[in-house]
């Protein structure tokens, strides 16, 4: 008789079935979007041992080996262990946690969005919740990631700051800032912190450095983008620093742990158990209470 084959446990470990009878499409576990050389040699060549010579490159930055049989899962998973690669997961847990290559790259990135993202997969993936959860990082307002799109979105900005005595009026800031926010009157710069956005585009163009911008975290809760379409909203001002953003992720996921249906994404427990609820435990985390 035939070994029987537990589907929650394969799906669990990045397995997932395919129409095709005795066949699994294998979610590679990335994190960041970054993969390393030797990363995607090792999947190139298990992708053309054990499945049919290609692979689907996900929208959340995923890999995915298909038609891979089910007698070859477990020397799978060992010759991709050789290379470095972790198979990802499926089901009612964290995800992938994606991002955009930040400031350590992107000139304009705000914050370094692939040490965030590798210290959220330490923290939170893998995790069981009563449904998918999915953090997405994006390192500056121009928002490659579409933070708004996941559960918890986290974005990077700056908290900026002009010092008048290094600043020429140039007015580069002015012409360079798209939310309106600069002004020069009186030859001296001026900013409108109820417009400021935090997307330090007045630093990242000052010809004299007369823009100081301390690094933050933009954070989002409660994006969907599936059968139903919810863009996260920002609830708490600018975080800035780690400590403070972890205590507002783990608050935010411990809610959804304690209040969600079984097969309910964050979004729609927000919505029945209401808002305002979940508004208070986020701002208490935010202040440290």
């Not at 990242?204 to 059968?227: E, H, M, Q, R």
Request: proline content about 2%; aromatic content about 8%.
């Amino acid at each position: 008789m035939a070994e029987k084959v537990d589907y929650a446990a394969l799906k669990k470990g990045g397995f997932m079935r395919q129409k095709q009878k005795g066949c699994f499409s294998l979610r590679i576990a990335v994190v960041g979007g970054n993969l390393t050389a030797e990363n995607i040699k090792t999947v190139a060549e298990v992708a053309e041992k054990y499945g049919h010579g290609y692979v689907h490159m996900t929208s959340r930055q995923g890999i995915e080996i298909p038609f891979i049989k089910v007698e070859d899962i477990n020397v799978v998973k060992e010759e991709l262990a050789k290379g470095g690669v972790g198979t990802g997961v499926c089901g009612p847990r964290v995800r992938t946690v994606t991002a955009c290559q930040g400031s350590e790259i992107c000139p304009s990135g705000c914050i370094d969005t692939y040490t965030l993202a590798k210290e959220l997969d330490e923290r939170y993936f893998g995790r069981e919740l009563p449904h998918k959860f999915k953090f997405g990082v994006t390192g500056c307002q121009n928002n490659c990631l579409k933070a708004e799109e996941n559960d918890v979105g986290i974005k990077g900005g700056m908290t900026v700051e002009c010092s008048h005595d290094d600043c020429i009026q140039c007015g580069v800031c002015v012409k360079a800032c798209r939310e309106g926010a600069l002004s020069m009157e009186d030859g001296r710069i001026v900013i409108d912190r109820d417009k400021c956005n935090n997307c330090a585009r007045c630093v990242k163009s000052c010809p004299t450095d007369a823009w100081k911008g301390t690094p933050g975290y933009i954070v989002s809760f409660g994006g969907l983008f599936g059968n139903h379409i919810y863009k996260g909203e920002q609830l708490v001002p600018i975080i800035r620093d780690k400590e403070t953003l972890f205590r507002v992720t783990d608050a935010a996921i411990s809610f959804f742990e304690k209040h969600a249906n079984g097969g309910e994404r964050f979004r729609l427990t927000l919505q029945r158990v209401g808002e305002e609820e979940f508004k208070k435990e986020i701002q208490a985390a935010y202040e440290g209470k």
